[in-house]
């Protein structure tokens, strides 16, 4: 395969504050410094992006030194937290903007779908914009009409197809805006989370089409997603961005476990100072922390993914009576959807606490995609209240995302509910 698409030391900086504000002595300095052969001044100073901290410098840098290359056929995902730079990126690879520094080299069409209604006049119907569209892209208006029928039936928009497009929902507008990018054949799509806003019927199908153009026609797709699944099912690599940088490149599913890998200090769940508890008190449930397939810390998981969440507990006085571990999975509506009970399954829970800590491990999370509530109990002998050593509710929010739960290459819908494996015959 060849190179299709290549980004050499991208970087992207932008001015914060007023727009417009200082920019005729900045542009001056700029001029007079190119004059004297000098590097742009404003390039030396500007801060990282984090947009939750506060800004030390007028510039930011929402792009920095951006390397990779993209082969034919291939579909690579840009992953990272918002404001990590990926529509940026997008816009710079779209030529919608330019980079401040580095260079894109490109062969063949690009098409994009960055936003909701991207490239389309309002005032125009959708069939004018179907060919105001290939138009752009250079194609031929013969070229335009064999496709404008597969078009308009795979947007699911035949009966307002002649209507102005400004009377189109935001759903209706991105439907037809994938089907024109992806059917006028581009050599490169460029996809942004656009896709989010149709309906779950509309994304399966698109992301069908996406599979359709890479694996068939042999086309470049690049795609922008927080739904980690489609990435993980669409994707043949991916890489991560964060505060505008590159910091992980390679393999789709090693690149969605480094994104949702996290720092254990700032991100383990730290309960054992909660007041909202009850119990005597021996033992305290002190801390959660959850580990994927590679033992690394995440904070969130996929569903149908191994998952492997660890209780660590502070022990006051050691107990010889027989304790009793349990918890209970509720959804936001504080609904019970999973209990476990060790005495139901004839686990004895006192050595794995007196080394002081117990592993709950799911090989296949059978829970659809959504935040759940962990409710745990610790008590002596009977699972009574009066025997309770330390009940918490509501003790940790585990956020479950979206996945292939049954490996067909469909992502499951997101309803807070457990999946439950059976078969149709």
């Not at 980004?7 to 190119?34: C, P």
């Not at 100073?45 to 951006?66: C, E, F, H, M, P």
């Not at 997603?225 to 940088?245: P, Q, W, Y």
């Not at 660590?312 to 006085?317: D, M, S, W």
Request: charged share 25%; glycine share 8%.
């Amino acid at each position: 395969m060849s190179v299709i698409l290549k980004a050499e030391n991208i970087s992207k900086q932008y001015r914060l504050g007023i727009v417009g504000t200082g920019t005729i002595s900045h542009d001056l300095n700029r001029w007079w410094a190119g004059i004297r052969g000098k590097e742009d001044p404003y390039l030396k100073v500007g801060s990282v992006n984090n947009r939750s901290t506060k800004a030390d410098s007028d510039y930011v840098w929402a792009l920095r030194d951006i390397n990779f290359e993209v082969q034919q056929g291939e579909v690579l995902g840009i992953i990272g937290k918002n404001g990590a730079g990926k529509s940026t990126l997008l816009k710079i690879l779209s030529r919608v903007t330019i980079p401040t520094t580095g260079e894109i080299k490109t062969k063949g069409r690009i098409a994009s779908l960055l936003e909701v209604g991207t490239g389309f006049h309002p005032e125009l119907t959708g069939r004018e914009n179907i060919y105001l569209n290939g138009a752009i892209l250079g194609m031929s208006k013969a070229e335009i009409r064999a496709k404008e029928e597969e078009i308009i039936q795979f947007s699911g928009c035949e009966r307002y197809v002649d209507t102005p497009v400004k009377r189109y929902s935001s759903g209706m507008r991105v439907r037809l805006a994938f089907a024109v990018a992806a059917f006028l054949e581009p050599d490169i799509l460029v996809i942004d989370e656009v896709l989010a806003v149709g309906d779950a019927e509309f994304q399966k199908k698109a992301i069908g089409k996406m599979q359709d153009i890479s694996q068939g026609d042999g086309r470049t797709v690049l795609f922008v997603s927080h739904n980690m699944a489609a990435v993980k099912s669409l994707c043949t690599r991916a890489i991560v961005l964060e505060h505008g940088k590159t910091v992980f490149e390679g393999d789709t599913d090693a690149a969605v476990d480094f994104y949702l890998k996290v720092n254990e200090e700032s991100k383990s769940s730290y309960i054992g100072t909660r007041k909202e508890r009850s119990g005597s008190g021996e033992i305290t449930i002190d801390k959660i922390l959850l580990f994927n397939k590679s033992n690394a810390l995440v904070n969130s998981v996929l569903s149908g993914d191994f998952l492997k969440m660890r209780v660590e507990f502070k022990i006051k006085t050691y107990i010889s009576e027989r304790l009793i571990f349990g918890f209970s999975i509720n959804d936001y509506h504080n609904v019970m959807k999973v209990m476990m009970v060790s005495d139901e399954m004839e686990v004895d829970v006192n050595s794995l606490i007196q080394r002081g800590y117990i592993d709950i491990c799911f090989n296949r999370l059978a829970l659809r995609g959504g935040d759940y509530n962990f409710q745990f109990i610790l008590s002596k002998n009977t699972t009574a209240e009066r025997d309770h050593v330390d009940y918490i509710d509501r003790a940790f929010r585990l956020n479950v995302l979206p996945g292939d739960f049954f490996n067909i290459g469909k992502v499951n819908r997101k309803y807070n509910a457990l999946i439950v494996p059976c078969e149709f015959k």
